[in-house]
């Protein structure tokens, strides 16, 4: 945790232990510690970079402004904002990635989360 910039308290540390014995029966692999992680790095990186700096910055991707960044829309902003050009498969592989609720887009949250883990 403290590797990944996130500085846990005792306390913190503590709640962590019981939730891996009552949920994960003791142990944890990789999948359970970013699920574990997940909320918590979100909470860091939205403190670190700001919020507002964050929101305009799915704004950019979020171009129809629903709240959601869809296929069409990762693809028009990778290559309007970033210059790149993905072939169709490796696009939808990125949002395959992110998208995870599984509900084909990339919510507030999960753009967020794709920041603090890369």
Known sequence: M???GYMPT????????QQIKMRL???MDFDDFCELMGPRM??????MLGL???KSSFCQFDADGD???SLDEM???LKTLLGEKLKKGEL???LKELDLNGDGTVDFDEFVMMLSVR
């Open 42 to 47: 979100m909470v860091e990186t939205t403190d």
């Open 75 to 77: 693809k028009e902003a």
């Open 2 to 4: 403290r590797t990944m």
């Open 92 to 94: 939808e592989e990125i």
């Open 10 to 17: 005792e306390m913190e540390l503590l709640e962590i232990i």
């Open 67 to 69: 709240g959601k960044i």
């Open 25 to 27: 029966g003791g142990l």
């Open 52 to 54: 507002k700096e964050l």
